[in-house]
Every structure is written in C-alpha cells, then in structure tokens.
C-alpha cells in the first residue's frame, strides 16, 4: 500500500488522540519540537524521515516494507 504523507498525519493525529497524548507530550517523549509534530499531523511532504519514524515507533505505530519480487527468470 502506498501512503501519502497527509495519511500518515492523520494515522497519527488519530494514534495519538486515541492515547490521550498531546502535540507536546509527543514532541518531547519523541525527542522532537512542537512545531515538527504539527507539520506532521498537516501531512507536510518535506518533514525529516528519520523524525517521523521516530514519532511513529514512539505512539507504537509499525510499518512493514516489502521490497519487490526478483523478476521470473525468462526462456531464451
């Protein structure tokens, strides 16, 4: 499945309603700022990779990456 970055905000918008966790609490528990943890929520395209991983272990979010099937071999 292919997640677009204002999907992943609302999974963890609902996450961390869910928890009863706020922005702050998840900015400093995640090691991140306030302002990173909005722009996330907003779904911005440009956020750090490595930050927004971090938020989404930190509510207990997984993610599974599959990487594709070598192609059959073809007959010559």
Not at 2 to 7: H, I, L, S
Not at 39 to 45: A, I, T
């Amino acid at each position: 499945m292919k997640y677009t970055p204002g999907e992943i905000g609302k999974l963890i918008i609902n996450t961390r309603k869910q928890l009863g966790i706020t922005q702050k609490d998840l900015a400093l528990t995640s090691g991140t700022g306030l302002r990173f943890i909005i722009d996330l929520e907003k779904g911005k395209p440009t956020c750090q990779l490595g930050k927004a991983l971090t938020v989404l272990h930190t509510l207990g979010i997984r993610m599974t990456l599959t990487p594709p099937l070598p192609p059959e071999p073809r007959d010559e």
